[in-house]
């Protein structure tokens, strides 16, 4: 089992920042890869970033490339999403996620273990 618990959101202006933190507790925290989803009003949850166990590799979604970026310490057994330049559009809670692979995945299934969500709100 592993509990995920974010944190970061709020509420923020046009091209600003935030940075979105997940702790995760249970299984050994650099065994598996860790993701970030979001899922906004009336809309499918869709993928927004992973990475790998180990960190090594990463992947994002084409509406999020170039601004925001995901990172691990798996010291600290945390996942980080830092989002810059937000735009309305990113509005949505957003979901951390563990899966039960090590490498790169993107589907929502591939994730056993997901978070409470933390809402982003975006005002233009």
């Known amino acids: 089992q592993v509990q995920l618990v974010e944190s970061g959101g709020g509420l923020v202006q046009a091209g600003g920042s935030l940075r979105l933190s997940c702790a995760a507790s249970?299984?050994?925290?650099?065994?598996?890869?860790m993701g970030w989803f979001r899922q906004a009003p009336e809309k499918e949850r869709e993928f927004v970033a992973v990475?790998?166990?180990?960190?090594?590799?990463?992947r994002s979604a084409d509406s999020v490339k170039g601004r925001f970026t995901i990172s691990r310490d798996n010291a600290k057994s945390t996942v980080y999403l830092q989002m810059n330049s937000l735009k309305p559009e990113d509005t949505a809670v957003y979901y951390c996620?563990?899966?039960?692979?090590?490498?790169?995945?993107?589907?929502?299934?591939?994730?056993?273990?997901w978070g409470q969500g933390t809402q982003v709100t975006v005002s233009s």
């Open positions: 990475i790998s166990a180990s960190g090594a590799s990463t």
């Open positions: 996620a563990a899966s039960l692979l090590s490498g790169v995945v993107v589907i929502t299934e591939q994730f056993a273990y």
């Open positions: 249970g299984r050994t925290f650099g065994s598996y890869a």
